[in-house]
């Protein structure tokens, strides 16, 4: 494994806060170079709710995710690979990651983190998909496509990942719920650590410079755990580091688990924050030292007829209120996209009565916009200082 | 009624077929020219099904229109005046139409034509709508959205369309459907030319050069009445002409419908044809004499899956067959715009077997692209004298 020289891929530290861990950095991928912090927007199914890649570039989008989960049950890694790739696929030709499938299979199993991932629209599904069976080896679920029983392992995920062809891909975990003990946590999470040298392993079998693998730490809410887990990362060849696993039912649980993990983790690499992305969050974890974040609700919030707004405490608007009726004025002229500039929050309204799908589009490209808008201004930030300030300026405190 | 200048506006027959009624034209509007034959896409209510009005320039686009019977509905034509029109109020700065809203109160009333105009999403209210009265002053109707009794007559309809804003207005007729007999739709009709009047009065009473009305042609499928219809239009200064009403039930009987009408219908007049707009049906009336087309099945289509292609028999392909799983071909590389060259046809079947809005974007944006290809190459072909041969080139014989 001392092969994994990641000769294609890169990541720069250009500046730092001196007040906290936040930074600037440059991720370099074989599909152009990101700018750091910065958030990946999710494709879970190899696209972004109802977005067109032309769409997510006006937003002004760096980079995007899909989810192997997904893709692997519909329409299949061999398909995907057979048309080009996921890039090729799905037309976006910029830097891009793929998460392992572990997340999915697990909190899918459990019932209680679907909602986040799977969209609304399969909910009547849920039933459907199960976990039947952990082992040393992997997982045997039933698809909830189509009730077909699949079985991943660590050297599956890394196969499905290599065929999709991300940039950034993810080792293979066990996601452990809420509600175990740290009994459990700590045994699930050891098992995580020999499924990622695993991962690593079969990683370095086919490595040929066009991909990079992150490591992820668990230890759920048990800060011990974390740094046990943390470590383990930073004495593995991975090119990047991710957060995952249970952070707790609260804000100040979720910021402790990073707090305990953080000063473990490797400080040279890119650490990415899974599956979390309010607005708060994002200044909350870029001063913990987070890289980059990726959420659904941009585009989620749109479905329901939410729009981000910068300076508005609780950062949505919903265009369902009635207010909004007869409300000429725009979404938000400071973001740079014809979806908060050029249509009226009256006309945005009518589209949602109306069930018409251009109101989901709109507010989808506009929420897309707005977190990029909140990206750049918080990298300009962390060098000038400011973190605090901006702070303010967009939870309106 | 003589002051009805239209100044603003004008029709310029620039060429005509020696071997049809074709003809091309320059319709002029305070919107902008437009030329002729074209297509005329539905926003039924003020959006274009999940296209933004810059996907349909891209794909383009010059001539839209938007439903007054939707819109009195809802958001209510006052709104919209107060929004400062249809144009700004759904961001189309090009030439638009209105209908009367007559189509939808007689025909949702009857049941029969709703699924066409009024989208598959509120069919479930359907039966809430009810065409409750007709006399000469106008008719009652209730309101799908919430149960409302609406009176809507002749100068109603005319108020709503000068609110809305629309460049072209239709006249408020009465729509017969197909069942009834020749008596009652002779009585129909001579009711929808005293309408007609009425229109042309009230029009006049408020015509300040920013709008122009077309008259309808009424008549069923009985050919002297279509004649006097015709003619009725022609004596009265309407700026255009709009063939509407019951047009038969077969390709033949519509076809019969159009000749018995042409030769009376006013002969430097744009013509409109409400509501008819397959592949097939724009080379048959185009050489009838049609100027402009409208239908929803661009988008409707799209909805379902299908797209619009040159050259196939039938017209479409559904890319929810399973022969398109592993298709790595764009869908038409001669249509220039992203949608129809960009994505292949296994990633549209995986974005519908995933239920993923994207798809109905693409194929829409894919449909209206080849409406207005094949519109482009019907006028290229009025001046070239080779609409036979275009015409086996689109519909594959």
Redesign the interface.
Known sequence: MDMLSYQNFGFEITCRDPKSRARLGRLKTPHGVIETPNYIFCGT????????P?QMREAQTDIILSNTY?LML??GAD?IA???GLHK???WDGPMLTDSGGFQVFSLGEGTMANEIKGS??QENAGKQNLMQITEEGCVFRSYVDGRKIKLTPEGAMEIQRKLGADLLMQFDECTPYHVDKDYTARSMEMSMRWGDRCLAEFARHDDGAQAVYGIVQGGVYGDLRRISAEYTKDRPFFGTAIGGCLGGSDEEMRGVVESAAPYIHPERPVHFLGIGQLKDVFTFVRLGIDTFDCVIPTRLARHGAAFMKGRRGETINLKNACY??D?SPLDERVPV??SR???K??I???L??????A???LAQHNVATINLLMREVRAAVVDGTLDQLEKEWLGY
């Open positions: 199914k190899a696209s972004i709710k109802n977005l067109s032309a997904h519909q329409p398909l057979q048309m080009g696929f799905m037309n629209r399969k009726r007869d000429p014809a979806a050029e249509y009226s009256a006309y309204h009518h589209l009565k109306a069930n018409e799908l251009l989901t589009q709109i």
